[in-house]
Protein backbone atom coordinates (compact mmCIF):
# COMPACT_ATOMS: atom_id res chain seq x y z
CA UNK A 1 0.00 0.00 0.00
CA UNK A 2 1.33 3.47 -1.14
CA UNK A 3 1.17 6.40 1.30
CA UNK A 4 -0.81 8.41 -1.71
CA UNK A 5 -3.59 5.26 -1.43
CA UNK A 6 -4.39 5.41 2.60
CA UNK A 7 -7.43 7.90 1.81
CA UNK A 8 -8.85 5.02 -0.42
CA UNK A 9 -8.56 2.74 1.58
CA UNK A 10 -11.72 1.06 3.41
CA UNK A 11 -10.48 1.26 6.89
CA UNK A 12 -11.33 4.49 8.74
CA UNK A 13 -7.82 4.13 10.52
CA UNK A 14 -6.27 4.34 6.89
CA UNK A 15 -8.33 7.41 6.08
CA UNK A 16 -7.47 9.23 9.27
CA UNK A 17 -3.80 8.56 8.54
CA UNK A 18 -3.93 9.98 5.36
CA UNK A 19 -5.29 13.57 6.73
CA UNK A 20 -3.21 13.33 10.99
CA UNK A 21 -0.35 10.91 9.95
CA UNK A 22 2.66 12.98 9.69
CA UNK A 23 4.57 14.14 12.43
CA UNK A 24 4.10 17.91 11.59
CA UNK A 25 0.93 17.41 11.21
CA UNK A 26 0.12 16.06 14.64
CA UNK A 27 2.61 18.78 15.83
CA UNK A 28 0.22 21.67 14.78
CA UNK A 29 -2.42 19.61 15.98
CA UNK A 30 -1.23 19.47 19.33
CA UNK A 31 -0.26 23.43 19.72
CA UNK A 32 -3.94 24.40 17.82
CA UNK A 33 -5.14 22.60 21.31
CA UNK A 34 -2.89 24.44 23.17
CA UNK A 35 -4.43 27.68 22.22
CA UNK A 36 -1.37 28.67 19.50
CA UNK A 37 -3.79 29.77 16.13
CA UNK A 38 -0.78 32.35 14.16
CA UNK A 39 1.10 31.28 11.29
CA UNK A 40 4.33 32.37 12.90
CA UNK A 41 3.44 31.10 16.18
CA UNK A 42 3.16 27.33 14.58
CA UNK A 43 6.76 28.05 12.81
CA UNK A 44 8.51 29.37 16.24
CA UNK A 45 7.37 26.67 18.20
CA UNK A 46 8.04 23.75 15.60
CA UNK A 47 11.01 25.04 14.30
CA UNK A 48 10.44 23.67 10.65
CA UNK A 49 10.56 25.67 7.60
CA UNK A 50 7.48 28.36 6.09
CA UNK A 51 7.06 25.88 3.64
CA UNK A 52 6.46 23.17 5.70
CA UNK A 53 3.95 24.83 8.47
CA UNK A 54 2.04 26.38 5.35
CA UNK A 55 1.77 22.61 3.51
CA UNK A 56 0.77 21.10 6.63
CA UNK A 57 -1.76 24.08 7.81
CA UNK A 58 -3.34 24.07 4.21
CA UNK A 59 -4.00 20.40 4.33
CA UNK A 60 -5.55 20.60 7.44
CA UNK A 61 -7.46 23.71 5.64
CA UNK A 62 -8.48 21.95 3.12
CA UNK A 63 -9.51 18.87 5.02
CA UNK A 64 -11.87 20.78 6.71
CA UNK A 65 -9.79 20.26 10.34
CA UNK A 66 -9.03 23.94 11.08
CA UNK A 67 -10.51 27.40 9.16
CA UNK A 68 -8.63 30.70 8.20
CA UNK A 69 -10.42 33.16 10.23
CA UNK A 70 -9.19 37.12 9.33
CA UNK A 71 -8.10 38.81 12.57
CA UNK A 72 -6.01 41.74 10.76
CA UNK A 73 -7.16 43.39 7.81
CA UNK A 74 -4.32 45.85 7.26
CA UNK A 75 -1.96 43.79 6.18
CA UNK A 76 -5.12 40.60 5.88
CA UNK A 77 -3.78 38.22 8.35
CA UNK A 78 -4.99 34.99 9.45
CA UNK A 79 -4.78 32.87 12.34
CA UNK A 80 -5.92 28.51 12.35
CA UNK A 81 -9.02 27.78 14.28
CA UNK A 82 -10.31 24.12 14.65
CA UNK A 83 -13.33 23.54 13.28
CA UNK A 84 -16.10 20.80 14.58
CA UNK A 85 -14.14 18.00 12.48
CA UNK A 86 -10.86 19.50 13.92
CA UNK A 87 -12.46 19.23 18.11
CA UNK A 88 -14.05 15.54 17.05
CA UNK A 89 -9.63 14.85 16.92
CA UNK A 90 -9.00 15.63 20.90
CA UNK A 91 -9.38 12.29 21.99
CA UNK A 92 -6.80 11.14 19.79
CA UNK A 93 -4.40 14.17 20.51
CA UNK A 94 -5.39 12.93 23.83
CA UNK A 95 -4.87 9.56 23.76
CA UNK A 96 -1.26 10.18 22.35
CA UNK A 97 -0.90 12.62 25.25
CA UNK A 98 -1.82 10.22 27.62
CA UNK A 99 0.24 7.38 26.01
CA UNK A 100 3.52 9.68 26.13
CA UNK A 101 2.55 10.86 29.93
CA UNK A 102 2.44 6.84 30.72
CA UNK A 103 5.40 5.37 28.73
CA UNK A 104 8.00 8.41 27.87
CA UNK A 105 7.46 11.51 31.13
CA UNK A 106 10.47 10.44 33.02
CA UNK A 107 10.98 10.54 36.66
CA UNK A 108 9.75 13.84 36.91
CA UNK A 109 6.09 13.06 35.62
CA UNK A 110 4.25 14.60 32.78
CA UNK A 111 5.32 18.02 31.03
CA UNK A 112 1.64 19.05 31.15
CA UNK A 113 -1.15 18.45 33.41
CA UNK A 114 -4.98 18.14 32.24
CA UNK A 115 -8.14 19.96 34.14
CA UNK A 116 -11.23 19.62 33.96
CA UNK A 117 -12.97 22.99 33.90
CA UNK A 118 -16.12 21.55 35.49
CA UNK A 119 -14.60 19.56 38.33
CA UNK A 120 -11.19 21.55 38.46
CA UNK A 121 -9.42 18.12 38.98
CA UNK A 122 -6.67 16.64 36.98
CA UNK A 123 -7.58 14.09 35.26
CA UNK A 124 -6.33 11.00 32.80
CA UNK A 125 -8.55 10.73 29.67
CA UNK A 126 -10.11 7.20 29.53
CA UNK A 127 -11.91 5.58 27.05
CA UNK A 128 -15.89 4.48 27.90
CA UNK A 129 -18.53 2.50 26.12
CA UNK A 130 -21.12 5.23 25.13
CA UNK A 131 -23.70 2.77 25.42
CA UNK A 132 -23.17 1.37 29.40
CA UNK A 133 -20.15 4.11 29.86
CA UNK A 134 -17.91 1.29 31.87
CA UNK A 135 -13.85 1.57 31.02
CA UNK A 136 -12.93 0.08 27.86
CA UNK A 137 -9.88 -1.37 26.93
CA UNK A 138 -8.14 -3.31 23.74
CA UNK A 139 -9.04 -6.54 25.74
CA UNK A 140 -12.42 -5.60 25.91
CA UNK A 141 -13.64 -5.38 22.48
CA UNK A 142 -14.70 -7.34 19.82
CA UNK A 143 -14.91 -5.98 16.02
CA UNK A 144 -17.16 -7.35 13.04
CA UNK A 145 -18.02 -6.13 9.66
CA UNK A 146 -20.07 -3.11 9.28
CA UNK A 147 -21.85 -1.40 6.75
CA UNK A 148 -19.25 0.47 5.24
CA UNK A 149 -16.88 -3.26 5.15
CA UNK A 150 -15.75 -3.71 1.08
Known amino acids: MKWDDLANEPCSVAR ?18 LGIRRFEDFQ ?20 GVLKKVAYQDRPLRHEYRLT ?14 NFGDRHYAGEAGPPLLHRHKACG ?29 V
Open 16 to 33: TVAVIGDRWTLMILRDVF
Open 44 to 63: ARLGISRTITAERLKALVDE
Open 84 to 97: DKGLDLYPVIMAIV
Open 121 to 149: CDFAPVMTCSECHAPVGARDVETRAGPGA
